[in-house]
């Protein structure tokens, strides 16, 4: 409503009909803590995998002498230093990079899933339709949290051998990884199913997909050409949604000591440790406080940006 | 209607029967168990001999026999043993699955519900007063608090808030389970997520109900202000809210294990993730099967409310 430049020019251009392809990006600059959450993500982000190099070299450097020591410029130590005397600030940008990965690989793990089985759902529709989606009924009725530890513990021993097998012996740490991301991407395709299910049963119904039928294109041409453009909105709205979900369930492994394994650190695992160094006497906060706030700061920025992506994709919602 | 309650009670089993495959089928593959796990070094006959008795060495034949065991309403009706029977346990070896579940579940189902009362009850003025009042700095502060409830792990809130008010003010007990004084932090703990989710819900469904017609002749016959908010316009806000509950719910239930192991109560969830460390199959089982039952349950109660609050809705159609 401040910024009444655009509407003076394309006076047509009402919320009612603006349509999802016209413009929509101004809408996102518009929505002020979405930009604002933009540029922290990305400061933070730079932050983290910009100095990949050198904290992949001192994330697991122990420093006994240091151990607990609090936040100091000499030696470069801001976040002060752990247990082991290990520097919490290269454990900081080194878990950031360990973390915001997992949410991407669980977010990418649920589009690509997701967006297959609602949408194979929603177009064959009846009886296959109703299989699927009894299915994600089912899962849903599976507490989640429970069934990334079932999955994680399940599967973690056959992933060792199978890498060992491909990459050479030696591969925990890489099955490790890898089983996180596909245990926590595993469980959050639902939501995604089921949205893009009902996004395609809307679309299907429309005039230009029954014109697409009527000229005899074949399916795959529809869901690719015509049904999935259309989809990108709630795909990546549900994925950004997606990100801080995953990064958030891998801290709870972490804490119940089943997430990561030990040297490497993510947000969620520094802060479950520094949770665990506190007691009544001395209160080591810094290993609490930065790793938290990051977290913390992380996921509130991928919220905003969720929402805001949501009015650019979802012109119906008012604010 | 009471058609689709019928259907929806009978496919109740069958969602419970999926799941516990399902979870069965996950729990096979966990290498190990108790038994072999054991640090008394039996005999392999003495071995073979108690895994025998607890089916650990055919899969499938302990699949079927807890499939068997674990729904016994004649038994139950001579008197014979419980209703459900879960099994025993196969680490705690003089325990049954039952004896566990029924120490532990009224406890977490307690925290859950505190916290989910909790939730609705402050979250929904919170969202109804941050639509009304908009852009004040009421809607800014309790936006702020509700991102901070669903941007922070429960296990950094739930240590603040003990730090805070067990240790530094020392109005309440650091953990343990038994006192309302005790119920306190864990339940708030727990609630802020959802609280925050249900204000922002609450608020986002009061600015798009406010603006509708019905509303504005609601004000225009000069209903006082209060009551159009609280009573008009609240009854269609909530039910976005309504629908979440059920999930919420659950996640209240299932997610509260981290917050039991932060404030030393004995719930459920320690059963579970001690279940699927030391591969107790039937405690993993037995776990899963009651959150899932309760899960299952919360759903369709949601669903039926929903008719109820608003008639318009046909579950039939649907």
Redesign the interface.
């Known amino acids: 409503m401040t910024t009444t430049v655009g509407t003076t020019i394309e006076p047509e251009l009402t919320d009612a009909t603006r349509s999802a392809g016209s413009h929509p990006w101004k809408r996102f600059w518009r929505n002020r803590s979405a930009t604002v959450s933009l540029i922290v993500l990305g400061i933070i982000i730079f932050a983290c995998f910009g100095t990949l190099m050198i904290s992949a070299k001192e994330y697991h450097v122990q420093d006994l002498n240091a151990n607990r020591q609090p936040p100091q410029l000499i030696p470069f130590a801001p976040f002060g230093y752990d247990i082991l005397g290990r520097n919490i600030f290269w454990r900081c940008l080194f878990g950031g990079v360990v973390s915001l990965g997992i949410g991407l690989a669980a977010a990418a793990i649920s589009v690509i899933i997701g967006t297959l089985w609602g949408a194979v759902a929603g177009w064959y529709g009846g009886r296959i339709d109703n299989i699927m989606m009894r299915l994600v009924d089912v899962l849903y009725g599976l507490p989640y949290i429970l069934l990334i530890i079932l999955l994680k513990i399940a599967f973690e021993p056959k992933l060792i051998r199978l890498l060992d097998r491909i990459f050479g012996p030696g591969q925990e740490r890489t099955a490790n990884i890898v089983i996180l991301f596909l245990a926590i991407g595993g469980v959050s395709w639902l939501t995604m199913a089921r949205v893009i299910r009902g996004q395609v049963l809307s679309l299907k119904a429309q005039p230009f997909i029954e014109a697409a039928r009527a000229l005899g294109l074949p399916a795959r041409k529809i869901l690719l050409r015509h049904l999935l453009p259309n989809l990108v909105g709630p795909i990546i709205v549900y994925a950004t949604l997606t990100v801080p979900q995953a990064i958030l369930q891998e801290s709870f492994l972490s804490f119940l000591g089943i997430g990561v394994q030990a040297p490497v650190p993510t947000w969620g695992s520094l802060a479950a440790e520094g949770v665990k160094a506190i007691n009544t006497v001395v209160s080591f906060w810094w290993m609490v406080v930065f790793p938290s706030v990051l977290l913390g700061l992380t996921l509130l920025c991928l919220n905003f940006i969720g929402d805001g992506l949501r009015d650019v994709f979802d012109p119906k919602t008012k604010r | 209607m009471w058609r689709h309650i019928i259907i929806r009670l009978a496919l109740c089993p069958v969602?419970?029967w999926?799941?516990y495959t399902?979870?069965f089928l996950?729990?096979v593959?966990?290498?190990g168990n108790p038994f072999k796990m054991s640090d008394r070094n039996l005999s392999p006959d003495v071995e073979r001999a108690v895994m025998a008795i607890y089916k650990a060495d055919d899969n499938w034949a302990f699949y079927w026999q807890y499939l068997d065991h674990l729904f016994q309403p004649v038994k139950a009706l001579r008197g014979e043993g419980p209703l459900i029977d879960l099994g025993p346990s196969w680490q705690y070896r003089d325990w049954t699955c039952n004896q566990i579940v029924a120490a532990a579940l009224p406890v977490s189902v307690g925290l859950g519900m505190t916290a989910m009362f909790l939730a609705v009850v402050l979250g929904v003025p919170i969202g109804v007063i941050s639509a009304v009042k908009r852009n004040s700095w009421f809607d800014y502060t309790s936006l702020g608090l509700a991102?901070?409830g669903?941007?922070?792990?429960t296990?950094?809130t739930g240590?603040a808030l003990l730090?805070l008010f067990a240790?530094k003010l020392a109005w309440l007990p650091v953990g343990g389970w038994g006192g309302i004084s005790q119920l306190w932090l864990p339940a708030v703990t727990l609630s802020l997520p959802f609280m925050a989710y249900i204000a922002r819900l609450t608020r986002l469904g009061m600015?798009?109900v406010m603006?509708s017609d019905y509303i504005r002749t609601a004000q225009a016959k000069g209903l006082p202000p209060r009551t159009v908010i609280w009573k008009h316009a609240l009854k269609n806000a909530f039910l976005p809210v309504l629908s979440y509950l059920g999930?919420a719910s659950?996640?209240a239930?299932?997610?509260s294990?981290?917050i039991e192991?932060?404030f030393n109560i004995p719930g459920l969830g320690q059963h579970?993730?001690a279940g699927?460390?030391n591969r107790d199959r039937a405690m993993?089982l037995g776990?899963?099967l009651v959150?899932?039952a309760v899960?299952?349950v919360f759903?369709l109660l949601v669903d039926l409310t929903y008719t109820v609050v608003d008639p318009r809705i046909d579950l039939e159609e649907s």
Do not use: E, Q
């Open positions: 969602i419970l999926a799941i399902i979870t996950m729990a593959t966990i290498p991102l901070i669903i941007s922070l792990p296990f950094v240590t730090i240790v600015l798009d603006a999930p659950a996640a239930l299932t997610g294990f981290i192991s932060i579970f993730v699927v460390l993993i776990t899963v959150y899932s899960i299952v759903n």
